[in-house]
């Protein structure tokens, strides 16, 4: 009999997702894990784990992590791909990790050129404490800490993330996706394809943002949720290559 | 230097930057400030041109956790840094100490609270002691007094790093890193550790390892922290150092660390020629502090004067293991010029006159 669907060989066996359902976490994860198999990777990866949901990868993959303190994730993965230049090194983050509380780090990581791979999930909020306004939270997005909707003059202006990356000069490749459909999950891997051989060319930063759902704290369906990445989110933050360096 | 057993005339600075070097230590992560800035100076060429990792990190904060990321991987990793700047990595010791990774920092104190200066004191024994980060963990602390201290404990920091996969500060301070003295810098005296056990190195032919410190399942949490603790207790029982001088017959005793040191020597032969048997205790490593051994010198009804530059920071573990068997007084001045040979005689002999010390004037 034909085998139609198998677990990829970067995840772990037992794992069960605890994510929220209709998250986008588990697609992202398993398209990370996807590649790692596709390119080889599982045995000589180290991953820098960030804070927040994203925090439990290493529950899901297979492969070596260390825990890096909130924001930090970039900076402990320099650390690991200075000491093991012949790791694969990635970091996989939410929007809050690299671009709020780690945005030194991440852009710093970006200028220098490191020659590792970065993943961040974009969903607009805070979804591990409940949904709190963020750096990527849109324009009139009402959260618990913007109960009247983002405005300019007490929250200022969501961050474009993969564009600021782009215009780093150490960056070789930075992209932006989703994963509302299958079109786009499919574009999403080989993103992160490109951004994993980045590295393994050895040419610099890669940076794959990925606009993600996040129901629960969007208080919608996962059909309304992945409407709203689709009618809301695209539309602000443009899906694309911004930067590639061959 | 082709013959390291040659004496050289040296900073402390540089010194402590060469010994990291001879010790093995693959990466170096750090950001300016004064006064420990030649030590990242020296590194950034010398690393270079030896193929090792060096990064002019855009914060203490990244510097600690580059560190970090770097140790994790099995290699010898430090970061040097000064007193308010330390104060931005207690967040990641405090990790490294939960994750048990073999941080080592160097902390060439200058002056605070805030800001503060770029004289030197020894207003970070608390932060270095009992830490500025969150929950239940122990940082092994060692405090030079000389140059060629610098070297030895720079060396002995890497190797109780990795021997108890616990962060080590080396708590040196602005006169010591600033001044030239002679040193040799011999062979990195201590085995290499086996990190093969936990090391992160891609999970070939073995299962993922993962280092971290979130723990979900409370009982797990409790274990994990009582695991520290007992670590820490056995650091304690093996690793804990110390110097007496002349403490056999002394009457008082004069404590203090770090290059204190040096002036309570000095005071103690000038009170001696006076008569007044003084003798001197040191602590080397001041977490784990030597509570036993100054307890012992108590219960033979020795009094104590603690001499530091700052408000009474270490004078508080000494009454802890005096246990009030015995009176201890404070000598000290918040920082600045340190205080003088003669400036601790007077103070010593007010003391055993039953005055007030001459404590904390400018």
Same mark, same amino acid.
């Given at each position: ?11 772990? /066996?037992?794992?069960?997702?605890? @994510? !929220? ?8 994860? $398993? ?40 924001? $930090? ?7 690991? /791909?200075? &000491? ?5 090194? @990635? ?6 990790? @690299? ?10 990581? &970006? ?64 992209? $932006?996706? &989703? ?34 759902? !996040? ?12 409407? $709203? ?7 602000? @933050? ?9 | ?58 914060? =203490? ?38 994750? =048990? ?129 007992? #670590? ?66 108590? =219960?033979?009804? #020795? ?39 003669? =400036? ?19």
């Amino acid at each position: 009999m034909q085998q139609v669907f198998s677990i990829p060989k970067s995840m772990k /066996k037992d794992f069960r997702y605890t @994510f !929220c359902p209709g998250c986008d976490h588990g697609i992202a994860i $398993r398209l990370v894990a996807e590649v790692l198999d596709e390119l080889g990777l599982r045995e000589n990866t180290i991953s820098s784990t960030s804070v927040g949901c994203s925090v439990f990868l290493y529950d899901f993959l297979d492969i070596d992590c260390v825990e890096a303190p909130h924001g $930090r994730a970039l900076a402990s993965a320099t650390g690991v /791909k200075r &000491a093991r230049p012949d790791k694969f090194v @990635f970091t996989y983050s939410g929007d809050g990790d @690299f671009a709020s509380i780690g945005l030194a780090e991440s852009m710093h990581s &970006a200028l220098r050129g490191e020659n590792i791979s970065a993943i961040c999930i974009n969903n607009t909020t805070y979804g591990m404490t409940g949904g709190q306004l963020g750096p990527t939270t849109l324009m009139g997005q009402v959260t618990t800490t913007s109960p009247t909707g983002r405005n300019k003059e007490y929250y200022g202006y969501p961050i474009k993330i993969a564009e600021h990356i782009a215009l780093c000069d150490g960056t070789a490749f930075s992209a $932006r996706v &989703a994963l509302d459909s299958v079109a786009h999950i499919n574009e999403a891997k080989k993103a992160i394809k490109k951004a994993f051989q980045t590295q393994l060319d050895g040419k610099g930063f890669g940076f794959v943002e990925i606009l993600s759902s !996040c129901p629960t704290n969007w208080h919608m369906t996962p059909e309304e949720a992945h409407e $709203r990445v689709r009618n809301e989110m695209i539309p602000i @933050f443009p899906l694309g290559v911004f930067k590639e360096v061959n | 230097m082709t013959n390291r057993d040659e004496k050289v005339l040296i900073k402390g600075n540089y010194a402590i930057a060469q010994a990291a070097v001879n010790a093995g230590c693959q990466c170096y992560f750090g950001y300016p400030i004064t006064p420990q800035t030649e030590i990242g100076e020296y590194l950034s060429g010398k690393m270079q041109e030896l193929g090792r990792g060096y990064v002019c990190a855009e914060s =203490e904060l990244a510097a600690i956790n580059m560190v970090m990321g770097a140790v994790a991987t099995g290699v010898k990793a430090m970061t040097s840094s000064s007193s308010c700047a330390v104060a931005l990595m207690q967040e990641a010791l405090s990790y490294a100490a939960s994750d =048990e990774l073999p941080v080592v920092l160097v902390n060439v104190m200058r002056t605070g609270p805030g800001l503060g200066y770029i004289y030197p004191a020894q207003g970070d024994y608390n932060q270095a002691v009992y830490g500025g980060g969150n929950g239940d963990y122990n940082l092994i602390v060692l405090a030079p007094s000389t140059v060629q201290e610098c070297v030895d404990l720079t060396y002995r920091a890497f190797y109780l790093a990795q021997k108890y996969r616990n962060p080590v500060i080396l708590l040196a301070d602005g006169l010591l890193g600033q001044m030239m003295e002679p040193a040799s810098f011999g062979e990195y005296p201590y085995p290499e550790v086996d990190v093969s056990s936990w090391a992160l190195t891609g999970a070939k032919g073995r299962d993922a390892r993962m280092i971290y410190s979130v723990a979900t399942d409370e009982k797990k949490q409790i274990q994990h922290i009582c695991d520290l603790h007992r #670590k820490f207790e056995v650091i304690a029982e093996n690793e804990t150092t110390y110097e007496e001088f002349e403490v056999d017959d002394a009457d008082i005793v004069l404590v203090a660390f770090g290059s204190m040191t040096r002036n309570i020597k000095a005071a103690m032969k000038v009170l001696r020629a006076k008569g007044i048997k003084a003798g001197c205790f040191r602590p080397v490593t001041l977490n784990p502090f030597p509570h036993k051994q100054i307890h012992a010198l108590a =219960e033979k009804g #020795k009094e104590f004067a603690v001499v530091e530059m700052n408000m009474g920071q270490m004078f508080k573990d000494v009454k802890y293991a005096v246990e009030g068997l015995s009176n201890v007084s404070l000598i000290n001045r918040a920082c600045g010029e340190w205080l003088s040979v003669e =400036e601790i005689v007077s103070s010593v002999e007010n003391v055993l006159r039953g005055g007030k010390q001459l404590a904390a004037s400018l």
